[in-house]
């Protein structure tokens, strides 16, 4: 591709407007590095191919020549694969009974990597018989394979199946030398976690047989690689970061179709569509011959914009039609490597496909990619944007920006795009859920010592001692633990999510797909329009004891909405963390969700609502919350009076848009999380934001936020500074997951609200740093330190200076510590009633009372009261 090209595009009236911004990140030359002592056949291979090592290759073979775990986190294309394989084919050579295990998220990077070791083995005349061993594997095959292959590939999912027949695998792990886990940033939430436990029962197996394998691991670039692979395999890593293989100019454009349109109340305008703006680039650049690859959003999107090219072609330039195609996950395995061999040949000119192609499948280097939304995290941004640029050309990535909060952050910061570090991977261990579920697996495939659930899975004897208890386990006259079932509970553990409370969604008794219980609420509860493969059907019932769903073919022209309320209990404090006046909570939560209305819709037209009849969702899990003082709904209602719910749609919306931009600071999907806005809590006895783990027991992501909460308190209040709608849009403080339809939102007092949170912030800032404090620990300083009677001293001058809200927060922390000290609740309830809370100081005298009868402050105020 050529310079003239790329400024044809940036150029051209048709979309010049739009373009929001241009990074050029500039070409680099390679660096090479000798490996000494390297064995003959590998040498001769390397002369053969006419290559030499990058210089980040050859500190990768030297890390596994020194028997070191070593982790690769260098971008796409840059020779990772080779980096691991040639040492490994070293070990191969000299050690003939030497096996490895390379482990894939997906199957189509097997049977791609597969290829690749298969050449190796001929090129370099060694004997290793490769194989895949997954789901696919013919049963017929698979005797062979454990007996005869060297190298094994396979996948979390099969893994996870066969550890319980290990007997069956004595010579492979007898001499297993390498467990390689590619692209291990995959390896994130609910899914990473299953699998950090999983290798966790790999390696104990691995152990019994005496093997004691080196772990290589493969990643896109991250924040921490270390970590990660830590927290993934529970051993010590080296890094190998420093990309030294050559890549060509690339041009970046952040290209906003919103850039120009304003949403008003009476805007006739039509709102531009993401979709349509996305196939017109991909067809302008196919028509200036620039072999492109269109990332898209799902399966449904990669379809449709290759159908919509391919008609567009048929009318501008009919011969190119047949070079456009469409790659998903879903098609056959000969489809989709007629495709992959398609684009290297370049056969194919543009090719539309979800992130299916995202992950280190071998199709060549591009000439430009568009990317169709913001894929959710900078990982998968750089290693889609890295699918275009040989090394030395010039290639283009265009990211097309949807209307969301994080894509319109983007467009309107891109100085923070491109400088944006990658994100931190989570995995976290501390899901007893989880915990409980591979403790069953790992005893079903070998009886559990008595010190291993610690020594492997970090887990104490009171989780052993529950799973007793239930009859899960059974422990021995030695202390030993021993699944004491015939069948195998890996077969009723998902690795994709935590329970197994899976609803079959069938057709006619053909099934569908399979759906767990909080997406059947959503999305197939009865009366829902569900949409599966292009085709619509209607939710005819729904069997919520026998977890069947029944559908029926429909074609109508709307689609459905569920509501649902939200409640939440406080159950424990974790921990306190104090920036400045701000003070973010953190703790486990009891979470209930009421599905109780879906709508039904014409486009944005409510056509029809209707009450459903659901038992409640409820579990437990983590999350975060700060308060929002009566202050602000006083200033806010001074400010806007006559208006209605202006401090709950101010609450609400900044709920939203915290949310919303809560993926640009911790690697997770909104849909991860959950939230609740109220102007009213029981627990806090103020208005309170919660932003919590969508999952039971939690996965680490809002004890990951309350790190970062500073900059995303801060992003959140930009992104609605610079948005330039009137009362509120899908880029600032909407939400396509809001169970109360959107409803109340008030823009102006959501930037009300986040300036007044911000600004508690910078009133100390000698005390922005962080400060930890976890419960135990607020207990000892608060009795040892401070007496109650002295925090009780506080808070009354707090409030005879008229300071409500530093003296509710020193009663806070008193009734933190003793809940039953009466002064206290008189005290607040005293300040509610002086604030106009009639109903809230009736309560906190009533406590108060409660606890000592005879109190006289609390008398005297329900006398007033009354």
Not at 41 to 47: M, N, P, S, T
Not at 478 to 506: K, T, W
Not at 560 to 575: G, P, Q, R, W, Y
Not at 676 to 700: M, P
Request: glycine share 4%.
């Amino acid at each position: 591709m050529t310079k003239s090209t790329i400024d044809m595009f940036k150029n051209d009236v048709r979309y010049r407007d739009r373009i929001a911004h241009v990074e050029t990140i500039p070409a680099r030359k390679a660096s090479y590095k000798k490996v000494d002592n390297l064995n003959p056949k590998i040498v001769d291979y390397l002369k053969s191919k006419n290559a030499k090592l990058y210089k980040h290759q050859s500190e990768t073979y030297e890390a596994i020549q020194n028997d070191e775990n070593v982790i690769i986190t260098t971008p796409t294309a840059s020779g990772k694969t080779l980096a691991f394989n040639l040492p490994i084919m070293e070990t191969m050579i000299e050690d003939e009974d030497a096996t490895a295990l390379y482990i894939y998220p997906a199957k189509a990077l097997s049977n791609d990597q597969l290829h690749v070791l298969e050449n190796l083995e001929k090129s370099l005349d060694i004997k290793i018989n490769p194989n895949t061993y997954d789901g696919d594997t013919p049963k017929s095959k698979r005797y062979d394979i454990r007996q005869k292959s060297r190298i094994i590939l396979t996948n979390p999912y099969q893994l996870h199946l066969i550890l319980s027949w290990h007997h069956q695998w004595k010579r492979f792990y007898s001499n297993l030398k390498f467990i390689v886990i590619d692209e291990s940033h995959y390896y994130k939430g609910i899914f990473g976690s299953n699998v950090a436990y999983l290798i966790r029962r790999l390696k104990r197996i691995a152990n019994f047989y005496g093997a004691n394998p080196q772990f290589i691991l493969s990643s896109a670039t991250l924040a921490n690689p270390l970590e990660l692979a830590n927290r993934l395999t529970g051993e010590k890593f080296r890094l190998v970061d420093n990309d030294t293989s050559p890549s060509g100019e690339k041009d970046f454009i952040l290209y906003n179709p919103f850039r120009n349109y304003r949403r008003k109340k009476h805007n006739s305008e039509e709102a531009p569509s993401v979709h349509i703006e996305t196939e017109n680039i991909f067809v302008y650049l196919m028509l200036k011959d620039i072999q492109t690859l269109c990332f898209t959003v799902s399966r449904k999107i990669t379809e449709l914009i290759a159908m919509w090219a391919k008609k567009d072609m048929d009318n501008i330039k009919k011969k190119l039609t047949h070079r456009i195609t469409a790659y998903r996950a879903g098609y056959q395995a000969d489809e989709r490597r007629e495709i992959e061999d398609g684009l290297k040949s370049r056969k194919y000119l543009g090719v539309t496909c979800t992130n299916a192609l995202e992950l280190g499948i071998n199709i060549g280097s591009l000439d430009a990619v568009i990317i169709s939304g913001y894929p959710g995290t900078m990982i998968s941004t750089w290693q889609q944007s890295g699918r275009a640029g040989r090394s030395n050309q010039k290639s283009l990535a265009i990211l097309v920006a949807f209307e969301n909060q994080l894509d319109q952050y983007f467009m309107n910061n891109p100085d923070f795009f491109f400088d944006k570090p990658h994100e931190n991977v989570i995995i976290d261990l501390s899901n007893h859920i989880l915990q409980e579920a591979h403790l069953l697996c790992a005893a079903k495939e070998l009886t559990l010592k008595k010190d291993e659930a610690m020594d492997y899975f970090g887990v104490d004897k009171e989780v052993l001692g529950k799973l007793v208890s239930k009859k899960d386990l059974y422990q021995n006259p030695r202390g030993d633990y021993i699944y004491p079932y015939d069948d195998n509970p890996a077969m009723s553990h998902s690795l994709d999510q935590l329970s197994n409370d899976e609803f079959r969604v069938m057709n006619n008794g053909k099934l569908l797909e399979v759906m767990e219980r909080s997406q059947v609420y959503r999305e197939a509860h009865e009366g829902a329009i569900l949409i599966n493969k292009g085709e619509t059907y209607q939710v005819d019932s729904v069997n919520l004891a026998s977890h069947f769903v029944n559908v029926s073919k429909n074609t109508v022209d709307y689609h459905t909405m569920v509501l649902n309320k939200v409640h939440i209990n406080i159950e424990k404090k974790l921990s306190k963390t104090k920036y400045g006046n701000l003070k973010i909570h953190f703790g486990e939560l009891t979470v209930e969700e009421d599905y109780y209305r879906y709508k039904k819709m014409h486009f944005s037209k409510v056509i029809g609502q209707f009450n459903l009849d659901l038992p409640p969702l409820k579990f437990r899990t983590k999350g975060l919350w700060f308060t929002v003082p009566r202050e602000v709904k006083n200033n806010l209602e001074d400010l806007y009076k006559g208006e209605e719910e202006v401090f709950e749609g101010g609450l609400h919306g900044a709920e939203h848009a915290l949310i919303g931009l809560f993926p640009l600071h911790v690697m997770c999907d909104r849909f991860d999380i959950g939230g609740l806005s109220t102007n009213y809590h029981e627990d806090t006895q103020e208005a309170t934001i919660f932003i919590y783990d969508a999952y039971e027991g939690g996965i680490g992501i809002t004890q990951k936020a309350v790190d970062v909460f500073v900059d995303l308190l801060k992003s959140t209040r930009d992104l609605l500074k610079n948005c330039s709608c009137h009362d509120g849009c899908p880029s600032c403080i909407y939400s396509p997951k809001c169970g109360n339809d959107n409803k109340p939102l008030h823009k102006k007092a959501t930037e009300y609200i986040l300036n007044y949170m911000c600004n508690l912030i910078s009133q100390n800032p000698e005390e922005t740093a962080i400060e930890k404090v976890e419960e135990n620990e607020i207990e000892e300083i608060s009795t040892n330190d401070i007496t109650l009677e002295t925090l009780y001293e506080e808070a009354y001058d707090l409030y005879s200076q008229g300071d409500y809200f530093n003296s509710k927060e020193s009663l806070n922390e008193l009734v933190e510590i003793d809940d039953e000290y009466a002064d206290a609740w008189a005290l607040f309830g005293r300040i509610l009633y002086e604030q106009g809370d009639r109903n809230g100081a009736k309560m906190f005298t009533k406590r108060a009372l409660k606890i000592d009868s005879a109190n006289e402050d609390a008398n005297e105020l329900w006398l007033e009261l009354k």
